[in-house]
């Protein structure tokens, strides 16, 4: 018997499991439910690789306890792509610019776009860096990942800008 009953939505599902109540939710997402997107590296809240959304704010899942999320909604990075297999635009940009070595930071690096682009749908570049500082990524470079990010917002805006 662990510590916790917890419930809410995981990816617009209903979610019902048991977890310690000093288990993040990071480790619930990938040890309990198989949901291995979210990537854990630092562990202390600096490198943005673990970023969820949690009612549509993002959160980093490696400090966020998992019971904090009982009666909200969880959005990974395995919610984004539609039913039929369709990559959400920011994914599909990522590609489009090549925006990934390793792709380690790469699911952290989405997520965090993803608030941004729900809140700001035409940001600026300068907007976008700014937004995206607490995303760290040892490989690719950032001139690709801040290019993908203002192609998605003008894939998801229609252009408009
Ligand atoms: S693993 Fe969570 S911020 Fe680095
Ligand atoms: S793609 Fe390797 S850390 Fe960002």
């Known amino acids: 018997m ?3 009953a917890l419930k809410f939505q995981l990816n617009g599902k209903p979610v019902e499991i048991e977890c310690e109540a000093e288990e993040t939710l990071a480790e619930v997402l990938r040890n309990q439910l ?3 997107g979210t ?13 969820v959304l949690v009612n549509d704010l993002p959160v980093s899942a490696c400090t966020y306890l998992a019971y904090e999320a009982q009666g909200k909604s969880v959005t990974t990075i395995e919610g984004l792509e539609k039913p039929d297999g369709t990559l959400h ?3 599909q940009a990522f590609i489009d610019d090549f925006a990934f070595q390793c792709g380690f930071c790469t ?3 989405i997520m965090s776009a993803k608030a941004l682009l729900d809140e700001n749908p035409t940001p600026s570049r300068e907007e976008i860096i700014h937004h995206m500082d607490g995303n760290i990524c040892r490989c690719t470079g950032y001139v690709p990942i801040v290019a993908a990010i203002e192609r998605a ?5 229609g252009g408009k800008k």
């Not at 990537?39 to 970023?51: D, L, M, N, P, R």
């Not at 917002?153 to 805006?157: D, I, N």
């Open 2 to 4: 662990r510590d916790v």
């Open 34 to 36: 198989n949901l291995n």
């Open 39 to 51: 990537k854990i590296s630092c562990e202390v809240q600096v490198c943005g690789a673990c970023t």
């Open 89 to 91: 635009p920011i994914q």
């Open 107 to 109: 699911p952290g690096m």
């Open 153 to 157: 917002a003008q894939t998801m805006s």
